[in-house]
């Protein structure tokens, strides 16, 4: 295991402590050792997902002899680039359970990871802007009661009393209701990564960034390796949680995922007082937005339609959304957008993430999160160590098979949540 | 924005005016396919990083289905030709290998 001194737990004693030294005495939040020829699992890509497997694979199973490679740096990846949005009102029962196991685990992972991780539960709403979407979110409300996941329907006047910058009778589309999910929220996107790293580094794990993954070894249909540009590194097992390139790992190791990658990008605007205390989608016109604690309107738009590695946005994206959220919010119009940024997304055929075994023994895919990865993470990394620990999917999981595409069981979450995942 | 000429009426378009449709020259399986084989059609997909075959629809133009060759990784567009080709043409794989000289066909040509 790792020699490097462990972060130290973080407390108001601590702050005070090291108050007194000047704030010379903290170690780093995690460790950043040469990697070893071999370890029992290897986890390529320390995005939110990736460190959540390791996490947990060490918490719930007690397998610390893992490494989390990263091409970049981490959390730099989708971790680092999408909206903060965590809800879990899925329409279909598996996505329901991920997603609701996700948003538990966020509630309590602050005290979790022992570091804060500025979950704000401030309650989010889905606009419904057609007839479509008002009978199309009654009935996730319905199915959510169903599952246990509280969600409510807004009539017009509760959504104005929630969002008073709302205009509710925009010409071209007026709100007609909304879904409200009150659990619901935001937290800090890089602290997640940050959060989980340290604990990860504290289990004695390795996290190797700047380390790009070459190639695949596998021998008679059991993965042995995988070479890195920082060398070979042997592992019972392979984990594959990288997002947007999933299929360039796969095709390493020689198998194809149904899977696309397109950009999806967003924008923020220049810090205003507050004026939004909730998340709002409204995905008839493809906007999401939110107010960060900053003060920073963080807006949200649709994804690209072609296949696109570019990590930046395309324009006619940024004035789509910003055109589409502005009859809705008329005061967006007076203010200057600071930043723009993409990221790129694994879409898969039903819009559902996968969490499976594949055709080699020893690897293990978790992808496919699409547009709404972030709000997975906790529970994503919780059903992918159990997978990755038994060899086997859990309940979580068990859905989310890469059969599913050959057996047309289907999560059909494109029908129920749209573009806005 | 990207713009693609369309190869039917020779507009050149942009990127608003077309619609994209995936990936080009998958072939439809039969009904004696088998389930691999189903899977494979519908969903595998090559999601390359780099040269990229893919259908676009000129939608607010003359409504025709015509395929591009374009790289991913830096959006750089190679060419555009007619549904009717089973293979991107001649001339497309020779401009994808002027600025690409290590990229090679994965098809062979009948």
Not at chain 1, 251 to 258: C, V
Not at chain 1, 293 to 298: A, Q
Not at chain 2, 38 to 50: D, I, L
Request: with cysteine.
């Amino acid at each position: 295991m790792s020699d490097a001194p462990k972060s130290g737990r973080y407390s108001v004693f601590a702050i005070a402590k090291q108050a007194l030294r000047q704030h010379s005495g903290w170690n780093r939040a995690w460790a950043s050792p040469a990697p070893r020829d071999r370890y029992q699992v290897v986890i390529v890509g320390a995005g939110g997902h990736g460190l959540a497997t390791a996490y947990y694979l060490g918490k719930n199973f007690g397998i610390t002899d893992v490494a989390i490679i990263e091409k970049g740096w981490l959390g730099g990846g989708n971790t680092g680039r999408n909206t903060t949005i965590i809800r879990s009102n899925y329409l279909q029962d598996p996505s329901a359970a991920i997603y609701d196991k996700a948003l538990k685990l966020y509630e309590g992972l602050s005290q979790d990871l022992n570091y804060n991780v500025m979950f704000s539960p401030r309650g989010l709403i889905m606009l419904a802007q057609t007839e479509h979407e008002v009978r199309g979110y009654k009935r996730t409300v319905y199915a959510n009661n169903l599952q246990g996941v509280s969600t409510e329907w807004l009539d017009p006047q509760r959504v104005k009393d929630l969002v008073p910058i709302i205009n509710l009778d925009g010409p071209r589309y007026p709100v007609l209701g909304g879904l409200y999910q009150a659990r619901g929220g935001t937290a800090r996107h890089d602290a997640v990564a940050w959060g989980y790293a340290r604990a990860c580094s504290d289990m004695g794990m390795h996290i190797i960034q700047n380390c790009e993954v070459t190639g695949v070894e596998t021998d008679g249909g059991q993965v042995r390796a995988v070479n890195t540009s920082k060398g070979r590194i042997g592992c019972d097992k392979l984990a594959m949680v990288v997002a947007g390139h999933s299929s360039q790992l796969a095709e390493m190791a020689g198998f194809r995922l149904p899977i696309e990658s397109v950009a999806l990008q967003a924008l923020v605007s220049e810090p205003v007082k507050p004026c939004m205390d909730v998340v709002l989608m409204a995905n008839t016109v493809h906007g999401y937005l939110s107010q960060s604690d900053k003060g920073e309107m963080v807006i949200g738009g649709g994804t690209d339609g072609f296949n696109n590695f570019t990590q930046r946005g395309s324009w006619q994206h940024i004035e789509e959304t910003v055109r589409a959220l502005i009859e809705t919010f008329p005061m967006l119009s007076r203010l200057k957008m600071l930043r723009q940024w993409g990221g790129i997304v694994d879409m898969t055929g039903d819009r559902s993430p996968i969490l499976s075994t594949t055709p080699v023994g020893g690897i293990f895919v978790n992808c496919g999160w699409g547009t709404g990865g972030f709000k997975a993470i906790p529970g994503s990394g919780w059903a992918m160590a159990e997978l990755v620990s038994k060899g086997t999917p859990g309940p979580l999981a068990a859905d989310f098979g890469l059969n599913r595409f050959r057996e047309g069981r289907f999560i059909d979450e494109s029908v129920a949540a749209g573009v806005a995942h | 924005m990207l713009t693609l000429t369309c190869p039917y009426c020779g507009i050149t378009a942009e990127e608003t005016e077309l619609h994209p449709g995936g990936e080009a020259h998958l072939t439809r399986v039969g009904p004696t396919g088998t389930d691999e084989e189903f899977e494979a059609y519908m969903f595998a997909r090559k999601n390359p990083k780099g040269v990229n075959f893919e259908r676009w629809r000129h939608a607010y133009g003359c409504g025709k289905w015509f395929l591009a060759a374009r790289c991913t990784a830096t959006l750089q567009v190679f060419g555009t030709y007619k549904s009717q080709n089973a293979h991107p043409p001649a001339d497309i794989v020779a401009a994808i290998r002027k600025s690409r000289p290590d990229w090679n066909p994965d098809w062979t040509a009948e």
